[in-house]
């Protein structure tokens, strides 16, 4: 017996690794986007590779694919060094990479969309029905159910995404790498993708998994490495760390990740809705009659499943739609049609506002940074030179200050919005915002696509405006973060509000419910005892 374990014991640690990179670096122009990566992938298990945004982990997985070529370093499959010079090679050396953004002809069959561009492999010498058997056998081994006759353009983002992976499959590839795969999926087609990566693991498949979020890893991952502007800073298993000791190791600093804040002390009425109704352009009913108060000093979540018209919750109270009812800023009425109903007038009226989509709504990305921290403040006598001039360098100094603080990366106020990751997009929009010291602050998904350094510098700056005696109205889809920041939770489900609750006296089973449309018999009474 102990000989047998320890013949598995040398075997296990003799056994190739399905992957290794040794020394690789790359560096765009000034940027070194990695840095000398040592990285070892045993076999069968699924790898986890965190990071934030613009660590390098794209860059490294290109370089692994034959996209980028590396300045210097070494690539290794199954122990034998193995230049990767183009995706051709990767195929070949069995590597498969599922793209973030979906390769597939939209208007081409799943069965086509499989077998296009695979000139090498099997197809030359097999029919499409022979591929279609092929396909067949590798959903059932898997669980990857897709209709092979279906376009591409009717399937879900879901599906698509299985297609993808059974076209790295019919590559024949033993490597998997996906590349945040989990973007642009609900949280019940996420766990569906994991349950598909397990089974691929437990067939002897190695998968590489990139994400930038911490619960991913913990639910998905044998293994996990991580990196940091550009460097590998640790490799562990997973079942012996902690998300605490991940995010310290992604951000280099300790990180909260748990909001910390006092009781609120709420004050006077700031804002006071009454039966707010919006029609969309069809004439739909989309808001149906809401009312709500919020006072100073404190946060009001508002949980639901998107589409239920908490978007345009926002934009009526934000002056981008028109609405019916009545709405009172301190007191005083706030136009919800006509004259007064517009973003402008908003914002002088002391109502700032972090719109759910930046790109639209939030930032011009053709415009330079410090333009984008005006965009919308440029008649504030703080930016005046003279009556029809603005202070450039005024704005500029400005935005430097604010890119210091929100650790906007880089930080360049020259820099046009489009060229800023995403998180740091949004971090340019709350710098605005927040900085305004609005008397109401109204936020739509303020850390979506963002890291969890940014999101807990985010966070702690919505407690902060709070804490000055502000008003803030937040929308979120993610229930942690309405669960963690709100003072009170209204939930909203098809443009009306189900209940309200205090967190400390509620849980995601019940918010769960009144976000599907399901109301206890007394939501009416605890909506009033929540005032
Ligand atoms: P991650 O995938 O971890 O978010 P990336 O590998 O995409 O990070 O990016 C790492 C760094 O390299 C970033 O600073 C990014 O801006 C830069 N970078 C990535 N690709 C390019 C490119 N093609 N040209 C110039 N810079 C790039
Ligand atoms: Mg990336």
Avoid: C
Wanted: net charge negative.
């Amino acid at each position: 017996m102990a000989a047998l374990a320890d013949t598995l014991g040398r075997q296990e640690t003799a056994a190739p690794f399905a992957i290794e990179l040794r020394g690789i670096s790359k560096a765009f122009g000034p940027v070194q986007a990695n840095k000398d990566i040592n990285i070892a992938v045993p076999k069968g298990t699924i790898h986890g590779i965190i990071g934030e945004n613009g660590a390098g982990k794209s860059t490294l997985m290109s370089i692994l694919y034959g996209f980028y070529k590396a300045d210097s370093g070494q690539i290794l499959v199954g122990g034998h060094p193995t230049p990767i010079p183009d995706s051709q090679s990767a195929i070949r050396a069995g590597i498969g990479m599922v793209f973030q953004h979906f390769k597939l002809v939209q208007n081409f069959t799943v069965l086509e969309n499989i077998v296009l561009g695979a000139e090498e492999g099997a197809l030359l010498n097999t029919s499409l029905g022979k591929a279609r058997q092929v396909l067949k056998s590798l959903a059932q081994e898997y669980g990857l159910n897709v209709d092979p006759d279906a376009l591409i353009e009717d399937l879900s983002v879901g599906h698509q995404q299985r297609v993808e992976i059974l076209k790295a499959l019919y590559r024949q590839a033993d490597i998997l790498i996906l590349d945040e795969p989990t973007g642009v999926l609900t949280p019940d087609e996420a766990d569906h993708l994991f349950r598909i990566l397990r089974g691929l693991r437990d067939q002897g498949k190695t998968i590489i998994l990139i994400t930038h979020k911490l619960r991913e890893i913990m639910e998905a991952t044998d293994n996990v490495s991580v990196m940091r502007r550009g460097t590998m800073v640790a490799t562990v298993k997973t079942s012996e760390t902690s998300p605490e000791q991940l995010a310290e190791l992604m951000v280099g600093r300790k990180v909260l990740l748990e909001v910390q804040k006092t009781p609120p002390v709420p004050g006077k009425v700031v804002l006071s809705v009454e039966n707010l109704r919006v029609r969309d352009e069809d004439g739909v009913e989309r808001l149906r009659g809401v009312s709500l108060e919020i006072r100073a000093g404190e946060i009001l979540g508002i949980a639901g499943v998107a589409g239920n018209g908490q978007s345009e919750l926002l934009a009526a109270l934000g002056g981008m739609v028109k609405a019916s009812g009545v709405a009172l800023l301190n007191g005083a009425p706030l136009p919800l049609a006509g004259p007064g109903a517009d973003g402008q007038s908003r914002r002088e009226a002391g109502v700032a506002h972090v719109p759910e989509d930046r790109h639209h709504h939030g930032l011009i990305l053709d415009f330079a940074a410090w333009e984008n921290v005006a965009f919308g403040y440029h008649n504030d006598p703080k930016y005046q030179k003279s009556a029809l001039f603005m202070d450039n360098a005024a704005l500029r100094a400005d935005t430097e200050r604010k890119m210091a603080t929100y650790d906007v990366r880089p930080p360049i106020p020259t820099l046009e919005a489009k060229n800023f990751s995403g998180g740091n997009q949004q971090k340019i929009v709350v710098a605005r915002e927040v900085e305004q010291n609005p008397d109401l602050l109204l936020i739509g998904q303020p850390t979506r696509g963002v890291d969890i350094g940014a999101i807990e510098f985010i966070h702690k700056q919505l407690v902060a405006l709070r804490d000055a005696g502000k008003a803030i109205l937040l929308v979120s889809v993610e229930l942690d973060e309405i669960m963690s920041l709100s003072d009170r939770i209204a939930v909203m489900f098809d443009g009306q509000i189900m209940g309200m609750r205090d967190p400390a006296r509620t849980d995601e089973r019940e918010l769960g419910l009144l976000m599907a449309g399901m109301t206890g018999e007394n939501a009416g009474a605890m909506k009033k005892e929540a005032h």
